[in-house]
């Protein structure tokens, strides 16, 4: 028995959420390999050959692989799938459009989102927003599954010694094409992989309020900056910091809310996160239920005090 995690990477790293979906594959029991596609990508491949636990890397490269398209890796993925027992991906944006397309292409149930893995045939996994857990159990010959990395622990990054073996690279899908991209520079870490995390909601009122309220407390904690999808929809924050259901989901050591009420599809995106702590002028308000640190306050007097007291 042996497990194929699909590596997300920029083709020169490779990024957290392939270690915390290297421990799910590990959890499954016997080997676990990794599939690094992508276009001179010959960094990213010895990177993962050094991850922990990992016993051989799978590295193909062309020009179709360099930017991720779901086509190409789909296919690069399904060129192999037959050696493996479980395949894994992140539950990612990439993940995410990668796993449906090869799962139909096995004729095999995906099973997305797991948090635990019970038995090689049976994990567990969030519904109705993190309300319920439910245990599900694969007969399929493959298990394809996409793995929520706030479930698990990032595998080592270093200790590893994999071989790096070469594979063919499938040939261009030509279904679809990359013409470019615009990056949000930011100097802040990354929302999935902070450690701690400052979210405003819609009672900040304003992007300029929003700014000028989260900003300095987000400074002094080096924190990233998070928005209820209120705040983005709103449009006092951009749309790549909305966390929750439809946003990003996320478990830092340190959540601070401020001005959010905690609604349903924000609590599921951030209620596993280890400290909890809410600011808000409403003592009815849900997030409460959740914090482990409430305070009934207006937020903009508590929340410039704060950040005076820091």
Same mark, same amino acid.
């Given at each position: 028995?042996?497990?194929?995690?699909?590596?997300?990477?920029?083709?020169? /790293? =490779? *990024?957290?959420?392939?270690?915390?979906?290297?421990?799910?594959?590990?959890?499954?029991?016997?080997?676990?390999?990794?599939?690094?596609?992508?276009?001179? +990508?010959?960094?990213?491949?010895?990177?993962?050959?050094? =991850?922990a636990?990992?016993?051989?890397v799978?590295?193909?490269?062309?020009d179709?692989?360099?930017?991720?398209?779901?086509?190409n890796?789909?296919?690069?993925?399904?060129?192999?799938?037959?050696? !493996?027992?479980?395949?894994?991906?992140?539950?990612?944006?990439s993940?995410?459009?990668?796993?449906?397309?090869v799962?139909?292409?096995?004729?095999?149930?995906?099973i997305?989102d797991i948090t635990?893995?019970?038995?090689p045939?049976?994990?567990?996994?969030?519904? !109705?927003a993190?309300?319920? &857990?439910?245990?599900?159990?694969?007969?399929?010959?493959?298990?394809?599954?996409?793995?929520?990395?706030t479930?698990?622990?990032?595998? $080592?990054a270093?200790?590893?010694s994999?071989a790096?073996? /070469?594979a063919?690279?499938?040939?261009?899908?030509?279904?679809?094409?990359?013409?470019?991209?615009e &990056?949000?520079?930011?100097?802040?870490?990354?929302?999935?992989?902070a450690?701690?995390?400052?979210s405003?909601?819609?009672?900040?009122?304003?992007a300029?309020?929003?700014?000028e309220?989260m900003?300095?407390?987000?400074?002094k904690?080096?924190?990233?900056?998070g928005? /209820?999808?209120?705040?983005?929809?709103?449009? !006092? $924050?951009?749309?790549?910091?909305?966390?929750?259901?439809?946003?990003?989901?996320?478990?830092?050591?340190? !959540?601070? $809310?401020?001005?959010?009420?905690g609604?349903?599809?924000?609590?599921?995106?951030?209620?596993?996160s280890?400290?909890?702590?809410?600011?808000? *002028?409403?003592?009815?308000?849900p =997030?409460? /239920?959740? $914090?482990?640190?409430?305070?009934?306050?207006?937020l903009? +007097?508590a929340?410039?005090?704060?950040?005076q007291?820091?």
């Open positions: 028995m042996t497990a194929l995690v699909i590596a997300e990477h920029d083709n020169a /790293s =490779i *990024k957290v959420a392939t270690l915390n979906t290297v421990t799910a594959a590990l959890a499954c029991g016997g080997d676990v390999h990794v599939l690094v596609a992508g276009h001179q +990508a010959a960094a990213a491949a010895t990177a993962a050959a050094q =991850i636990g990992v016993s051989k799978i590295h193909a490269d062309s179709g692989l360099g930017h991720g398209l779901a086509e890796v789909a296919a690069q993925v399904l060129a192999i799938a037959a050696n !493996y027992s479980h395949i894994l991906f992140p539950a990612t944006a993940g995410k459009n990668v796993a449906p397309r799962a139909a292409k096995l004729d095999v149930a995906q997305s635990k893995v019970d038995a045939d049976t994990f567990e996994r969030p519904i !109705y993190g309300n319920a &857990i439910a245990t599900v159990q694969s007969a399929d010959a493959t298990k394809v599954i996409t793995v929520r990395t479930g698990f622990d990032a595998a $080592a270093t200790g590893g994999a790096v073996e /070469s063919a690279a499938t040939a261009d899908s030509g279904k679809s094409s990359f013409k470019g991209s &990056i949000a520079k930011n100097d802040r870490p990354e929302l999935t992989a450690k701690i995390i400052v405003g909601g819609r009672a900040l009122g304003s300029e309020k929003f700014n309220v900003t300095p407390l987000a400074d904690l080096g924190a990233a900056i928005a /209820s999808r209120a705040a983005v929809d709103a449009g !006092y $924050a951009a749309n790549d910091l909305q966390v929750g259901q439809t946003g990003k989901i996320v478990a830092p050591q340190l !959540y601070v $809310a401020c001005g959010i009420s609604a349903i599809q924000h609590l599921a995106g951030m209620k596993d280890k400290v909890i702590v809410a600011i808000n *002028k409403d003592p009815e308000a =997030i409460f /239920s959740v $914090a482990d640190f409430g305070l009934e306050a207006d903009f +007097a929340v410039p005090d704060l950040t007291a820091l």
